[in-house]
């Protein structure tokens, strides 16, 4: 592969499983998930709690500690990250590849005040002097919408509320502008003016730097004003995936048409998905066949027996992992 080459593949996902050895059993927390993300462009990934959202970009990030088992193919520009060195591995994260973690708290050192920390990033990763690397910390304090960021840059993470260590979190990921943005829930717990603003500034990284973006949201509003493609993940596996519009205009897969509801089809209002009747399965004790039939009002015997593989429906990108796409996609009533 030349390197223009490797460059326009973005990232390849393949095959990726997560297990975890639990005292009730093997829970399979990720299930043969296959995605690419294009230089430039916004993945938006969806799905319930417990889905296997976080453990999936963790294990893009070779994050997964015991006793998680990671297996399958992370490709990011041609390099496999699943089998890199620790040392080019390190070199990556932070610059090349950032992550905005869910819990803010687990991603911050307690121990050392937010600006440092901002600074350190850009340390580790550009060329900058102490006095170029202050003002960059204070621009991205600024840009994330960290008020008094002059004296608040002496501070320590736990002198910051919840909405503010997220804001310290985006701003660290962000600092050496990375070409791939992994951002678990990244605006959950700020309001409503903030959040926008941040994907707003998402969105400007990705038009001047290409950056493509995986992101993790409950929010079907910011799916719509952010996002390219989407994937929904149901029990560890990837059930649908397509252009935001065409998963959202007709779903092929019970379980999205369950999420979306009655989704406004236009604005960028809060809608979060809905929630869908019964449990979702025990990961050491999935199901026979499909993981969701037991909730779906569309199964039938082969539900019961077979998985559904993932499969092309109108074009290669646009996939759905069900029997019935078929009736599901023309149904006129919600589940
Ligand atoms: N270290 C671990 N040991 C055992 N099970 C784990 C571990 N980490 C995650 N899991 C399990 O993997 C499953 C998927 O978790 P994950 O955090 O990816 O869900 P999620 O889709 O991000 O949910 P949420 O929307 O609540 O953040 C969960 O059932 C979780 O309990
Ligand atoms: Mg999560």
């Not at 590849?97 to 050192?109: D, K, Y």
């Not at 909730?295 to 077979?306: G, H, V």
Request: hydrophobic letters at 40%; aromatic letters at 4%.
């Amino acid at each position: 592969m030349t390197t223009g080459a490797a460059e326009n593949a973005g990232l390849v996902v393949r095959g990726l499983t997560t297990t975890f050895d639990t005292v009730r059993g093997t829970a399979i927390a990720a299930a043969d998930v296959d995605f690419d993300v294009a230089p430039g462009e916004v993945v938006g990934l969806v799905g319930e709690s417990g889905s296997g959202k976080s453990v999936t970009l963790r294990s893009i990030m070779r994050l997964i500690r015991e006793p998680g088992h990671v297996s399958g193919r992370v490709e990011w520009r041609g390099r496999d990250l699943v089998s890199m060195s620790a040392e080019e591995l390190r070199r990556i994260r932070g610059s090349e590849i950032a992550m905005i973690f869910q819990e803010p708290m687990t991603a911050l050192n307690p121990v050392l005040p937010i600006g440092m920390q901002i600074e350190e990033n850009l340390l580790a990763h550009m060329t900058l002097d102490a006095r170029a690397r202050r003002a960059r910390a204070l621009e991205l304090m600024n840009i994330v919408g960290i008020p008094a960021a002059e004296r608040r840059l002496h501070e320590y993470p736990h002198q910051f509320s919840g909405g503010m260590r997220q804001r310290a979190m985006i701003a660290i990921a962000l600092a050496c502008s990375p070409k791939l943005l992994l951002a678990d829930e990244p605006t959950t717990a700020l309001d409503v003016t903030i959040q926008d603003q941040i994907l707003k500034l998402l969105l400007e990284l990705r038009d001047r730097l290409s950056m493509s973006v995986v992101l993790v949201t409950h929010d079907l509003g910011v799916v719509a004003a952010t996002c390219d493609r989407m994937a929904v993940m149901y029990a560890g596996r990837i059930v649908e995936t397509g252009t935001v519009a065409e998963v959202f205009a007709r779903p092929h897969h019970p379980y999205t048409r369950g999420l979306l509801g009655s989704v406004p089809r236009s604005g960028t209002s809060r809608t979060m998905l809905q929630s869908i009747e019964g449990t979702p399965p025990s990961l050491t004790n999935l199901p026979a066949g499909c993981s969701f039939h037991p909730r779906c009002s569309f199964a039938t015997d082969i539900c019961l027996r077979e998985r559904p593989p993932l499969e092309p429906i109108t074009s290669e990108a646009r996939r759905a992992a069900c029997f019935h796409h078929e009736l599901v996609a023309k149904a006129e009533t919600i589940i």
